[in-house]
């Protein structure tokens, strides 16, 4: 799985002025949860950058003060003018813990559907999910090449071992519609083979 490498400096502050300053020094406050003890730190903004602005999903390797941390994102806080990264928040990854992730779907396949005129519409890109970090992986992936034409594919469909998947069982993540011009041949399709008859 994909990783990135971040070196943080350990915060011994906390508070709104001593956050003020790290943001002016252009490094972003961070925490890691979930191990046995919260680790507040700061890094450069830029450090963040891989896993931030990315849908894949990735795991962190966090080094403070000479100790590593293996973690994933939990939380992010964006400033509402600039839409700069204010605080990001981390979860340490313990064996024989189960944690909460949001993975990316792939879909694989062609369609049924669409190879008989239909449109593929993708609904989610993501699945909530509880599992031990040892079952974390960068995508789940979803054959969609069975899906009919006004068919739907839903949470339920995706095979994901050794998960529990969070989301609702009937949310529709994929289904294919009937495109505007097949619905045209459709209609269209009746009378000529009334005047067929005549």
Not at 61 to 90: A, M, P, W
Not at 106 to 127: E, H
Not at 156 to 166: F, Q
């Amino acid at each position: 799985m994909k990783s990135i490498t971040i070196e943080g400096q350990l915060r011994t502050e906390s508070g709104k002025k001593s956050t003020r300053q790290l943001r002016s020094q252009k490094l972003v406050p961070a925490v890691i949860y979930g191990g046995k003890t919260e680790i507040s730190f700061s890094a450069p903004a830029t450090s963040f950058k891989g896993i931030v602005y990315t849908p894949e999903f990735m795991l962190a390797d966090i080094t403070v003060n000479g100790n590593s941390y293996r973690c994933i994102l939990k939380d992010l806080q964006f400033n509402k003018v600039t839409d700069e990264l204010i605080h990001i928040d981390f979860l340490e990854l313990v064996e024989d813990k189960k944690v909460i992730a949001s993975l990316p779907l792939k879909y694989v396949g062609t369609p049924v559907g669409v190879k008989a005129g239909g449109k593929l519409v993708l609904k989610m890109k993501s699945i909530k999910i509880k599992t031990l970090p040892k079952y974390l992986k960068e995508v789940i992936e979803v054959d969609i090449s069975n899906l009919q034409l006004n068919e739907n594919i839903r949470v339920e469909n995706i095979v994901a071992e050794n998960m529990e998947v969070l989301n609702s069982p009937r949310i529709p993540i994929a289904s294919v519609t009937m495109t505007r011009q097949l619905k045209q041949e459709e209609a269209a399709a009746p009378k000529a083979g009334a005047k067929a008859k005549k």
